[in-house]
């Protein structure tokens, strides 16, 4: 890929995008696209059309997409199947009625069935039924998937779809009532370390177990996607590692300085007791992670300090 090639990124200002144009800025790609949703409402597939035809980049990165917690999932299933397949449809098939063939389709670990072995491997697609609490996300994003690669298989161009585990790092999503679970836990330890090492109380038992990856590796591998042919549609993206909850909660404890008590309401729900992936496909292609959880739960932790004048609502209790 010529580092002067026109590279739009649906969704540059979210946590994934804005980590894609870092990225391709440090590599010294000098012609990257962004539009905010005021500039381009990606849900018009009118608009979408007639921007790509007139821009014509050379490839489509799309990070773009509703996304949210168990809460908003379960709150607004319509908003997540319609909200979603609206955006990468219109990217997709606009993409196509344009003339571009490269297109990298960003998607999530969820698409998997509920019941599948671990670790996920992408043959697990489509074999089961999937987690209830997101299957509306997860259906448009299998759309999506199936529609890079039915263009893959008719038209010969090169789409390909990456399926990351879960996500964290810079400009993430510190709400507690639709943050992920590593952004709240370090929202949570925060806030009681200021309130005088008030205890933290999480949910379930501690004991699943779960994946994550630094966004930044994250946009390595879109880079990488960027500037190779991978040979198959779809490929997953992770560290390949898991911990339990209750490790995750200790270590992001230790980062933040919290020296209260970390209390478990067993009376909540657990989830999924363990959520791994199968990352070997892209490591037999050449990438892998580099940054290990503690380097960038510290990474974040720092980040967050410095933002947090614009993390909404941080909570401050009086002593």
């Known amino acids: 890929m010529n580092k002067k090639a026109k590279i739009y990124i649906a969704g540059h200002r979210g946590m994934v995008g804005s980590a894609v144009w870092r990225a391709l800025e440090k590599k010294g790609y000098t012609n990257l696209i962004g539009k905010t949703s005021k500039e381009l409402d990606l849900k018009n597939q009118v608009e979408v059309l007639k921007f790509l035809e007139t821009e014509k980049p050379e490839a489509i990165i799309d990070a773009a997409a509703r996304v949210g917690g168990i809460l908003a999932n379960n709150d607004f299933p319509y908003q997540f199947l319609m909200e979603n397949m609206q955006i990468q449809n219109n990217l997709i ?17 969820c698409i998997y069935p509920k019941l599948a072995p671990q670790p996920l491997k992408e043959e697990y697609l489509l074999t089961d039924s999937l987690e209830p609490t997101n299957e509306w996300y997860a259906i448009a994003k ?16 090169d789409y390909v779809s990456l399926m990351p585990t879960n ?30 090492n008030s205890d933290v109380t999480l949910w379930g038992s501690g004991t699943p177990m779960r994946e994550f990856l630094f966004v930044d590796d994250m946009a390595e591998a879109v880079v990488y996607a960027l500037e190779n042919k991978l040979p198959e549609y779809l490929y997953n993206v992770g560290s390949g590692k ?3 909850i209750k490790e995750l909660a200790e270590t992001i404890q230790k980062v933040t300085g919290h020296n209260g008590n970390i209390v478990w309401d067993s009376e909540k729900p657990d989830g999924t007791p363990r959520k791994l992936m199968d ?41």
């Open 93 to 109: 098939d606009s993409a196509l009625k344009s003339g571009i063939n490269k297109f990298i389709f960003l998607g999530s670990s």
């Open 279 to 319: 990352v070997s496909k892209m490591k037999n292609i050449g990438w892998e992670y580099s940054t290990e959880l503690l380097e960038g739960i510290e990474k974040t932790y720092e980040w967050f300090l410095n933002n947090i004048e614009n993390i909404k609502e941080v909570k401050l209790e009086a002593n």
């Open 167 to 196: 996500l964290y790092g810079y400009f993430d999503n510190f709400d507690l009532e639709t943050s992920h679970v590593l952004p709240a836990m370090l929202r949570k330890f925060h806030e009681a370390k200021i309130n005088g």
């Open 142 to 157: 299998i759309t999506g998937v199936k529609a890079c690669q039915a263009i893959r298989k008719q038209f010969n161009k």
């Open 242 to 244: 898991d911990i339990t």
